[in-house]
């Protein structure tokens, strides 16, 4: 097993399959090809448009919450919050949080039986993100093949 960083990706390599995780952009898994004989590549996620990022592309993380907050709006704890709208044809906030953020990489590496990578985001380090989420929350991720 193998990895390399090629920019803000990190490429985690087996003897017959790798995966390409973007952790500036959500820790998003954006790729995860497989071999089928000896060069022929079958890709495993349909890669999204050039230039497209968050959920419409990879394997994002959908965090703190996958689907819909109807209307943008909640309580928890004796408090209200209106989240920013993002799907705006309904007026709903869909698909968390974090799939857009940069999270910080904490380790990379690989030995004979595995390759990882593990990466964190503290939504208290983006103001935006804190705002919509006022609770202390910090998300710990760790890919590995």
């Known amino acids: 097993m193998t990895h390399d960083t090629v920019g803000p990706i990190t490429i985690l390599r087996g003897p017959d399959s790798e995966i390409a995780i973007d952790a500036f952009h959500g820790n998003n898994v954006v790729a ?12 495993l996620l349909r890669p999204g448009p050039e230039g497209i990022r968050g959920y419409r592309a990879g394997n ?6 996958p689907n819909r907050v109807s209307g943008g709006r909640y309580a928890f704890g004796g408090r209200s919050v209106q989240m920013d709208i993002n799907e705006s044809a309904r007026g709903h906030r869909i698909h968390g949080l974090v799939f857009a953020l940069p ?6 590496g690989a030995n004979e039986s595995e390759a990882w990578h593990v990466a964190r985001v503290r939504l208290a380090d983006h103001a935006d993100a804190a ?11 760790r890919t590995a093949l």
């Open 103 to 108: 999270f910080e990489v904490l380790e990379v």
């Open 131 to 141: 705002r919509q989420y006022p609770w202390p929350l910090e998300l710990t991720v």
């Open 32 to 43: 995860y090809r497989r071999m089928l004989g000896r060069a022929e590549v079958h890709a």
């Open 60 to 65: 994002p993380i959908l965090f703190p919450f």
